[in-house]
């Protein structure tokens, strides 16, 4: 197939069999044969119905950042009005994408990046998309954060997202990210780079705190797998089938990451160090016990923006 567009007036979805014959293979094939003769704004109008049909409520949103990916570095809107300036390489990359969320393959993944408080993370399916409920513990940290210089420790950090979006704020903290998925931390890697934060952000592979030194840390955030095995196997299969069960898996009553954690953030805070763990909506009683019996103090829990319980965050004492 060559990269044609149609001339002025004629519309580019003309899509002629030879060139539906060479994208045999191709998962959006289908919707390609499907769309022969449409303009752009109807296969629009098309691939939204089909969000829709299928349960994706942000169906109009979701199409508008599909076309607006495929179309970089032309504007959705300048194609829409000139058809002419898009070729059908472009219509058959966007029937791929289109089809993968079809199969429920979550958006970020698909666009490859997600944005997550200040930032514009690289996402694979090796990492847990970062979620907007997490930006509640980013915020509460900060309002506990001078601009002094401090150490952070991320315990799963997946694709870096607490720790990039803290440092990138403060300039004198650098951190360190832990995770048990060498995939994930490739992931976080390249989102240091991608931030400009190389340089103050070190990952390491492990289990939890179990490998690192006492004592060496200012500050300790996570963000565990705190979903119980029987909720995970019910949750939308964006989710179920496509993130990483590593990441999601919180054990038969979703707090045994807990368990281990906090048996550790008295040995690896500093005297007085802050920690904040992000739990769960139903969780803050059990997480908060298990905080208080391990000698943190000044317990504290905050909801998110939806105003569910979202984290539990204190103190190692003096
Ligand atoms: C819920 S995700 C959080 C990812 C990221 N911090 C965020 O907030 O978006 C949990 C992370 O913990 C990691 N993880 C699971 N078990 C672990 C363990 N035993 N030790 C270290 N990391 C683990 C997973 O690989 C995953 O990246």
């Given at each position: 197939m060559t990269d044609r567009a149609g001339p002025p007036g004629i519309s580019f979805q003309d899509l002629l069999d030879e060139d539906l014959r060479e994208q045999s293979g191709r998962p959006g094939l289908a919707l390609c044969q499907a769309w022969q003769g449409l303009g752009l704004a109807d296969i629009r109008g098309d691939s939204v119905e089909r969000l829709l049909e299928i349960g994706i409520e942000d169906a109009a949103l979701e199409v508008r950042f599909l076309l607006q990916h495929v179309l970089q570095p032309d504007?959705?809107?300048?194609?829409?009005?000139?058809?002419?300036?898009?070729?059908?390489?472009r219509v058959a990359h966007f029937a791929d994408l289109l089809t993968a969320r079809l199969n429920r393959k979550p958006l970020s993944q698909i666009l490859g990046s997600q944005p997550f408080w200040t930032l514009d993370l690289a996402v694979?399916?090796?990492?847990?998309?970062?979620?907007?409920?997490?930006?509640?513990?980013?915020?509460?940290?900060?309002?506990?954060?001078?601009?002094?210089?401090?150490?952070?420790?991320?315990?799963?950090?997946?694709?870096?997202?607490?720790?990039?979006?803290?440092?990138n704020e403060r300039p004198a903290l650098r951190g360190l990210g832990v995770d048990l998925s060498s995939a994930a931390l490739a992931v976080a890697g390249q989102n240091a780079a991608r931030t400009g934060l190389?340089?103050?952000a070190d990952f390491i592979e492990g289990r939890w705190g179990a490998a690192l030194e006492s004592g060496r840390f200012d500050i300790l955030v996570s963000n565990p797998p705190y979903i119980t095995r029987e909720v995970l196997a019910g949750l939308e299969p964006e989710v179920r089938d496509h993130e990483p069960t590593i990441a999601l898996d919180g054990g038969s009553d979703g707090l045994e990451?807990?368990?281990?954690?906090?048996?550790?953030?008295?040995?690896?805070?500093?005297?007085?160090?802050?920690?904040?763990?992000e739990i769960g909506y139903d969780q803050a009683s059990s997480v908060r016990a298990l905080t208080a019996a391990a000698g943190l103090v000044d317990i504290e829990v905050i909801c998110d923006l939806g105003g569910n319980d979202r984290v539990v965050l204190g103190h190692n004492p003096r």
């Open positions: 504007s959705l809107n300048l194609a829409l009005h000139d058809p002419a300036l898009v070729s059908w390489q694979t399916p090796d990492v847990l998309t970062p979620r907007a409920d997490t930006e509640a513990l980013v915020e509460a940290v900060l309002a506990r954060l001078g601009d002094e210089e401090a150490q952070i420790l991320d315990l799963g950090t997946g694709s870096g997202a607490i720790l990039l979006a803290l440092l190389s340089e103050r990451a807990y368990r281990d954690i906090i048996a550790d953030i008295p040995r690896l805070l500093v005297p007085g160090g802050l920690f904040a763990l």
